[in-house]
């Protein structure tokens, strides 16, 4: 889940990304140019970096030194509109990554979650940096993203689960399976990395949930026969070629009377998903929605609610 592309003109040799840890833009440090150091006054036009905002228009790099609001990135986005949640825990390590601590409000329940503290040290794995040349990977998971609350939150409003099973997919931290869990769901959350179903398993031992069933899945080539009652899927559409395989899932995993939630904060890329969905032989409903919680910032998001009509007699 990109919340930023940044581009460099002309094309130059990769050689390392690395995220700004305030608005998760990713920074591509290429040849001969630092991305971090300020730039010349006059710059050329033709090496000039520059940022697409989440709404997809383009700002110039900013040259200036950082706000104290600014990032890695060099673009101020504004105030918090609300004080984080987030806090560094140093002293304390999960798999050798250094956590820090979201604690979030669901229905009167706190929930604490770890996660990594340092997103650039998984940028600078070298398992990361290969399987980003191989198809374009990068570690989303590393981030409790505002559309996981607004799932999580969602499902906990929703039907209660009593026993039925759900998939999660790209279950990232496990905030989305914890908050099934707690509805009376009875999860598999799955995601395309190790590290972050070991994450979730630990998200869900620290709030006292049991354990929850994880498996490595790739969403795209989904090795899987079971169908499910629930498939759930929060941010998952910030690109368009993950619609098809999204919709492929669905339709090959979803139960008979089941229902897939897929929640995203409006982005663009998100266009179209309704009536791709509609075109594949299944229905759609959309609920607005938004979140504060992770970072205190009011994001706006849709609940995108997915079922497959009964065939009646006479159509069979």
Not at 277 to 299: E, F, I
């Amino acid at each position: 889940m990109v919340l930023g592309v940044l581009t460099l003109h002309p094309p130059m040799v990769f050689e390392r990304l690395s995220k700004c840890r305030r608005c998760g833009i990713i920074v591509i440090s290429r040849s001969n140019v630092s991305l971090t150091a300020p730039l010349p006054a006059k710059t050329p036009e033709d090496l000039e970096p520059e940022v697409r905002r989440p709404n997809g228009s383009l700002t110039p790099f900013n040259n200036k030194p950082h706000r104290r609001r600014s990032g890695r990135c060099g673009v101020n986005w504004g105030g918090d509109g609300g004080r984080s949640r987030t806090k560094p825990m140093e002293a304390e390590y999960l798999l050798g990554h250094p956590v820090r601590h979201w604690t979030v409000d669901l229905s009167g329940r706190s929930l604490d979650l770890v996660g990594p503290a340092n997103e650039d040290d998984l940028l600078e794995s070298p398992d990361v940096q290969a399987r980003f040349e191989a198809d374009e990977y990068l570690p989303y998971w590393g981030q409790l993203w505002p559309s996981a609350v607004m799932l999580a939150a969602f499902v906990l409003q929703d039907q209660l689960g009593s026993g039925r099973s759900a998939l999660e997919i790209g279950c990232g931290l496990g905030l989305v399976a914890l908050g099934a869990r707690l509805a009376g769901w009875n999860v598999l959350a799955t995601d395309y990395d190790e590290t972050a179903l070991a994450f979730t398993r630990e998200n869900a031992r620290r709030n006292d949930l049991g354990p929850v069933q994880t498996r490595l899945l790739d969403w795209r080539h989904p090795m899987v026969t079971q169908r499910f009652d629930r498939i759930l899927a929060s941010d998952v559409l910030y690109e368009r070629r993950n619609h098809e395989p999204v919709i492929s899932l669905i339709n090959h995993l979803l139960a008979g009377g089941g229902i897939a939630l897929i929640s995203d904060p409006n982005r663009k890329m998100a266009a179209g998903f309704v009536e791709m969905l509609r075109r594949a032989g299944l229905s759609c409903q959309t609920t607005s929605t938004h979140a504060y919680q992770p970072y205190g910032r009011y994001v706006k998001g849709t609940i995108y609610r997915v079922w497959r009509e009964p065939v009646r007699a006479n159509d069979a």
